[in-house]
């Protein structure tokens, strides 16, 4: 079955972010001492970046590194979510559809996805803490302020469903997916006028 | 200025297309458009379809603006969020300002009809009371409303399931609130012939949903009302305290605004559903002598509740809702229902927190072993729809008593899992919580709070903002549709409802949108009589 690509009901947790003192409070005040905002909405892309069209490299690195954290699926004899399913195309596709806001909210979750590690980890960003840091890193914001868990929730539902939406995935779910031209199901097509 | 003579054919003798719709889509539109009718209807989802088809069949000449897309069930893909997509408001993306309820409404032609799961409620007759108590609605009594459910139901092939539409995942709710001594009963659904195929929330690709899109509309455009989607009506014109037409713009695929169109019409119907009517009336500037317009939003937060059961249970097969436990329906004993609904596997990621890693993966490896109940409760109409500048703002913080009710739904739903034999539960969270047994229940759900970004919300049924009421104070429109402020300006959807109904509200809307038709029907003449005055319109 071919993967369409939308924008779905991903980015509600990202809502927060958009109120102005959380913005100035956390992401500007907090955090851009150490990376400047310059880099927030970059797009100079590294080579091997080019093949997606709408996630920076920075933003790249860490959704994929995100992605393997969350999703070790050769370990469960699973298509792998980086190398057979095309999670990230998908990603990069959905994230090209976005609203200009919700593209946004995306880029500056990201951005404080990479970079809240600082502030506990040695300056260390996110895409570069080994596997054990990194699980407890993500494991830390699904349990922190509530906006660090809307992030969190998001970016998770955001990678996990950009996998499993892909027909490769579920055989090993026993899903079978849209059902209705596989079972040749009859229309029925309008109702007839009401008898007044 | 372009006109554009809209031909209104005579209903005598009408008969519906066997199948699709006639819809003049947006992006055929070009410049400035002028039409002109008695009725222009805003929406075409359970309010307006209704209003549609029965002010047509009574001779009026109706225009239907939609703003979403005309999608045939050909093209619907039953992938979830594809369809979020491409028929949902927000493409599915419309939350609360706080980003924990996700607001889902159909936005397409047939609106909300189209992608719901087909339950089919009447008001409960402890709301309606409550409703004339509280709000003045002396009318709205069960004897009064009854032919009108009935009329509904009988139009819409409204049935209670049979046995073999309660898939697995409903036979195990059976079981779990036999076992506990709760009262447990099919749902009824306005469906025919249903295939079992799961995929309701995606959108009938057959027809057997009796939405408004295979019903009301083209039972509508049979007795000569037009349809124009991807339509964006901005205001609503008036003239001296009377209705006068709506100012609207045609968008292309793309969201760029091709045409600017403008409705004549002495009778306007908002029926734009619970968040877009006030904003549509609050950008008019119009109808809100009692300020308010955009407040009392209430919208039944639900959870799913899943859980997982020794035997695979495959809840994304068989007809999508089976059976509902009402033991908690009345507000005395909780004022909350439990909904046994199935789910799909991409579904299955957003109910819970499972952990990440090798959790998350062992936790969608047993997706076939899960099962879940949605809970609805009725909350309190604490929130407002607003505008932001030019965004919609949706106001809607869990009031702390309603939270008290989520707690009571979900131990609720927990204890009917166990007693069903599941062996875990999952709770709505963003916090990676289980629960393995009755005795760890309260000790696991003492650790929700009620703050952002704890439980995993979503509304399908917003309602409240426009409420009914016969205190011109205290309500925006009066008991039979029409404002209170603006004569011949009518609001016909779940805006109307003056407190939350506990319930799937589909079938309320439509009994209330016959009768509300059937009320402006006999007022005719005033709208009709008055159209032909003079100009200088506001608003």
């Given amino acids: ?196 | 200025m372009k006109t554009e003579k809209v031909f209104f054919s005579d209903s005598v003798g009408a008969e519906a297309r066997k199948e699709g719709l006639d819809v003049t889509q947006g992006r055929t539109l070009s410049g400035d458009v002028n039409l002109s009718a008695d009725v222009v209807v805003v929406g075409s989802g359970a309010g307006g379809a209704v209003m549609a088809y029965e002010l047509a069949r009574a001779g009026l000449r109706v225009i239907v603006l939609e703003a979403g897309p005309y999608v045939p069930s050909s093209e619907f893909s039953e992938d979830f969020t594809e369809s979020l997509e491409r028929l949902y408001a927000d493409h599915g993306s419309q939350t609360n300002k706080d980003g924990d309820l996700l607001v889902l409404q159909g936005a397409c032609v047939g609106g909300s009809t189209v992608v719901n799961g087909c339950v089919s409620f009447r008001t409960p007759d402890f709301i309606l009371r409550d409703w004339q108590e509280q709000f003045g609605l002396s009318a709205l009594t069960p004897e009064e409303m009854e032919p009108y459910f009935r009329k509904v139901e009988r139009n819409l092939s409204i049935e209670e399931n049979a046995g073999h539409e309660i898939a697995r995942h409903s036979q195990l709710a059976l079981a779990g609130a036999k076992a506990l001594g709760w009262s447990v009963k099919p749902f009824k659904r306005n469906i025919r012939d249903c295939a079992l195929t799961g995929h309701c929330l995606s959108g009938c690709k057959t027809d057997r949903k009796q939405s408004m899109l295979v019903t009301y509309l083209p039972w509508a455009v049979a007795h000569g009302a037009k349809i124009f989607s991807d339509v964006t009506v901005t205001q609503v014109i008036s003239r001296a305290g009377q209705a006068r037409g709506v100012i609207a713009e045609a968008k292309d695929s793309s969201g760029t605004t091709v045409a600017n169109i403008r409705v004549d019409a002495p009778i306007v119907v908002a029926a734009a559903g619970a968040v877009q009517t006030p904003l549509l009336l609050l950008r008019s500037d119009l109808a809100n002598g009692s300020d308010q317009v955009g407040r009392n939003f209430a919208c039944h937060p639900s959870m799913y509740v899943g859980a997982r059961y020794p035997e695979p249970v495959y809840a994304w097969r068989g007809a999508l809702l089976g059976v509902y436990i009402d033991e908690f329906l009345p507000p005395e004993k909780g004022g909350f229902i439990l909904e046994a609904g199935g789910l799909g596997a991409v579904e299955m990621t957003l109910i819970t927190e499972p952990g990440s890693g090798e959790a998350f993966l062992d936790y969608m490896e047993d997706a076939k072993y899960y099962s879940g109940l949605v809970t609805l409760i009725h909350d309190h109409n604490v929130g407002r729809i607003g505008w932001d500048g030019d965004n919609k703002r949706v106001d809607y913080q869990l009031a702390d008593v309603d939270f008290d009710s989520m707690l009571r739904a979900i131990k609720a739903a927990a204890q009917v899992h166990f007693a069903a034999g599941a062996e875990e539960v999952f709770v709505p969270s963003t916090k990676p919580l289980r629960i393995r047994s009755v005795e760890e229940i309260d000790q696991v759900l003492s650790e929700l709070s009620n703050a952002p970004q704890v439980l995993r919300m979503v509304s399908y049924h917003p309602q409240g903002t426009c409420r009914m009421g016969s205190d011109p104070d205290r309500s925006v429109v009066a008991e039979h549709g029409e404002s209170h402020d603006i004569s011949g300006l009518y609001v016909a959807d779940a805006s109307l409802l003056p407190t939350s109904i506990i319930v799937n509200p589909q079938v309320t809307v439509y009994a209330l949108a016959s009768r509300i038709a059937d009320q402006l029907i006999a007022r005719r003449e005033q709208y009709l009589g008055n159209a032909s005055k003079g100009s200088g319109e506001s608003g």
């Fill in chain 1, 1 to 196: 079955m071919a993967t369409k690509i939308t924008t779905p009901a991903l980015m509600a947790g990202l809502e927060p972010l958009s109120r102005r003192s959380l913005l100035r409070g956390v992401a500007l005040g907090g955090l851009a001492f150490s990376t400047g905002c310059s880099r927030l909405f970059g797009r100079k892309d590294a080579p091997e970046a080019l093949k997606y069209k709408h996630l920076s490299e920075d933003e790249i690195r860490t959704i994929t590194r995100l992605t393997e954290v969350l999703l070790p699926t050769e370990q469960h004899g699973l298509p792998s979510a980086l190398l057979v399913v095309p999670t990230m195309s998908n990603l990069d596709e959905m994230t090209g559809q976005m609203q200009p806001q919700s593209r946004e909210l995306l880029s500056l979750a990201l951005w404080i996805f990479e970079n809240r590690p600082k502030m506990s980890f040695k300056f260390s960003r996110f895409s570069k803490l080994d596997d054990a840091k990194a699980r407890e890193y993500v494991l830390a914001m699904q349990d922190g302020a509530f906006f660090e868990r809307g992030i969190t929730s998001t970016l998770k539902t955001f990678i996990t469903v950009n996998y499993w939406r892909d027909s490769r995935t579920w055989p090993g779910l026993d899903y079978t997916g849209p059902v209705t031209e596989k079972w040749g199901v009859r229309r029925l097509g309008n109702a007839p006028l009401p008898l007044v």
